[in-house]
C-alpha cells in the first residue's frame, strides 16, 4: 500500500513530526473517540455481535475506520509533491511564462505556488491543510478528498449508533412528571443483562461522542462539497481564487474581454477523472522512488507531470501567452 511503502523509505523519522502538531492530535483524537464510542455501544447495549446484523455492523464500523486511516495517512505521509530545488524548464523558452522562487532557486512548475509552512514549492498545490499538517497537492488530493469524503459517511453511521443506543436504553427510563422528567439509569432495558450496564458514564460520553460525530458531518461535508465543486471545474483552491480576482480586474479596468480558465477540458466528468488519473500516477511513484523529490535530477522529476499534454499545462490548442494565462501565473 502506498503509505507503508512511503513508511518505510524514509531515511529518518522526521516525517512523523507532523503528528506533533494540533492539526493530526484533534483529527485523530475525534476519529479515535467516535469509532471507539461507536463500537462499544453498538456491542454492549446496541446491536449484540451474537445476531447477523450486529456482526454486519461492526464489520461496517470497522471499515469506516480503516479507510478513513488510510486515506488520512496517506494524505498526510505521501505528500502533494515538491518542485526540485533549482529545477529549470527543458524547454528554455518556456521560462518566460514560468515564476522564478527566490527561495527554492528554481523556476515555478504551472500550476504551482510557494508554501511559507513547507517552505518549498508545491506541485498543482491546492492548500495548506493544518489537519493534516502538511500541503494538498498533485500527489495527494486524491487521498485528502476521499478522506472529506469518507469522515462525514462514517460519522453518519456513528451518529446513528449513537442515538439508537440512547433511544433503547433510555425508553423504558423515562418518566414525566407535571414539571419535571426522570431518568432511572438503574433500570435494564434489554435482557439478558450487558456485562457493562448502561450508567450515566456511559450516557455522557455517548452523548459527547453523537455531538463530535455531528460537528464533524458538518464541517468536514462542507469542506467536501467545496472540494468537489472545484474538482468539477479542473481547479484548485488557490486557482479559483485566482480567477475570481482576475474576473474583479476585468470588471474593474471594464476590459473588453472574457476569461477562459485554460485547464478546463470542457466535461466534468473529464475534469473529474484527472484527480483520479493523478492518483494512479502518484501510487505509482510512491512505490517506485523515495518521496524527498529534491535528492532526485531536476529534469527527470517532473517529468511525469509538468510536460506538455499533461494536467499542468492548458488544454491542447489554448495560447499560453493569453491573459489567462498571465493571472494564472500573478504572483499571490
Known amino acids: 500500500m502506498g503509505t507503508f511503502c ?85 524547454n528554455s523558452q518556456d521560462s518566460m511564462y514560468l515564476q522564478y522562487c527566490q527561495v527554492c532557486q528554481a523556476y515555478k512548475a504551472p500550476r504551482s ?36 469524503l469518507l469522515a462525514p459517511l462514517g460519522c453518519i453511521h456513528a451518529a446513528f449508533i449513537f442515538v439508537m443506543t440512547m433511544y433503547t436504553q433510555l425508553y423504558n427510563r423515562l418518566s414525566f412528571g407535571w414539571n419535571t422528567v426522570k431518568i432511572d439509569m438503574s433500570a435494564a432495558r434489554r435482557d439478558p443483562l450487558p456485562i457493562i450496564p448502561f450508567g450515566l458514564a456511559a450516557f455522557a460520553a455517548t452523548l459527547f ?19 468537489i465543486k472545484i ?13 475570481e480576482k482576475a474576473k474583479d480586474r476585468i470588471q474593474y479596468y471594464q ?36 518521496r524527498h523529490s529534491s535528492r532526485a535530477p531536476a529534469r527527470k522529476s517532473l517529468g511525469y507531470g509538468c510536460r506538455k499534454g499533461s494536467s499542468f499545462w492548458p488544454r491542447e490548442g489554448y495560447d499560453t501567452g493569453c491573459m489567462e494565462t498571465k493571472f494564472l501565473m500573478i504572483p499571490l
Open 6 to 90: 512511503s513508511v518505510i523509505k524514509f531515511e529518518n523519522l522526521q516525517e512523523l513530526k507532523r503528528l506533533c502538531h494540533w492539526g493530526p492530535i484533534i483529527a485523530l483524537g475525534v476519529i479515535a473517540i467516535c469509532s471507539t464510542m461507536a463500537m462499544i455501544d453498538s456491542v454492549l447495549w446496541y446491536w449484540p455481535l451474537h445476531t447477523t446484523g450486529g456482526s454486519v455492523n461492526f464489520i461496517m464500523l470497522i471499515n469506516w475506520t480503516v479507510m478513513i486511516l488510510y486515506n488520512y495517512f496517506n494524505a498526510m505521509f505521501v505528500g502533494p509533491g515538491f518542485v526540485p530545488l533549482g529545477w529549470k524548464p527543458e
Open 255 to 290: 476590459l473588453d474581454e472574457v476569461f477562459v480558465f485554460p485547464y478546463d477540458t470542457g466535461s466534468r466528468w473529464k475534469n473529474f477523472k484527472q484527480i483520479e488519473q493523478l492518483k494512479q500516477k502518484a501510487d505509482k511513484r510512491v512505490r517506485s522512488e523515495s
Open 209 to 227: 461522542a453523537l455531538g463530535l460525530a455531528l460537528g464533524t458531518t458538518i464541517a468536514v461535508g462542507m469542506l467536501f462539497f467545496i472540494q
Open 231 to 243: 474538482i468539477l471545474r479542473n481547479q484548485t483552491s488557490i486557482e479559483s481564487w485566482i480567477e
Open 113 to 148: 505556488h510557494h508554501c511559507r509552512k513547507c517552505n518549498r514549492c508545491v506541485l498543482k498545490m491546492d492548500h495548506h491543510c493544518p489537519w493534516i499538517n502538511n500541503c494538498c497537492g498533485y500527489q495527494n488530493h486524491a487521498s485528502f478528498t476521499l478522506f472529506l
